[in-house]
């Protein structure tokens, strides 16, 4: 039986990736399927070991990267012009907008820690300064065989969402 892991989940949108930018700055790590990644460690209360939240950016379904650039200098090309207002992003050699790149934004425990979902979303808020729109326990292990399986025609997001309980309301 695979393990249930709290996530929140964002729907992407230049106010998010700026947010992302501000708050917790260039991604550690970007992949060739267009996937961003940061890490943030969370300091608990003494005694207690850290928490370090994982935070990834996924691509849409068949991504497919700009031509003309590489996929580690994507993040940075899209930040340049959504910070110029551009709702077509000029990357490499094409006009793209962002949706085409991205579908949404997903928060996790990194190393399995036990957290509960409400205090996940509260700890995330307080980082990013946006709500998330869906919140729970998701089976990861499922849902990264699925997207392999379909070979990235799938959305991550969506499978995601289905998971997932939307959030009527920010977190107090």
Not at 68 to 82: C, F, Q, S, Y
Not at 92 to 108: A, I, K, Y
Not at 111 to 138: F, M, N, Q, R
Request: aromatic share 6%; with cysteine.
């Amino acid at each position: 039986m695979n393990e249930l892991s709290p996530a929140a989940v964002w729907p992407i949108s230049a106010a998010l990736v700026i947010s992302l930018d501000d708050h917790l700055g260039p991604p550690i790590d970007s992949y060739l399927n267009g996937t961003q990644t940061w890490l943030t460690p969370i300091e608990q209360p003494s005694g207690s070991d850290d928490l370090v939240l994982e935070w990834r950016l996924h691509p849409v379904a068949k991504f497919s990267l700009p031509t003309g650039i590489r996929h580690d200098d994507l993040w940075e090309a899209v930040i340049v012009r959504l910070n110029q207002n551009d709702e077509e992003l000029i990357i490499g050699q094409e006009s793209r907008v962002l949706t085409s790149l991205w579908d949404g934004l997903e928060c996790f425990p990194a190393y399995g820690e036990d957290l509960e979902p409400t205090a996940l979303s509260l700890i995330a808020v307080d980082l990013l300064k946006i709500a998330p729109t869906a919140l729970g326990l998701v089976d990861h292990q499922r849902i990264g065989s699925r997207w392999e399986h379909t070979q990235g025609r799938e959305s991550i997001t969506r499978m995601l969402l289905d998971e997932l309980q939307p959030t009527t309301a920010p977190p107090a």
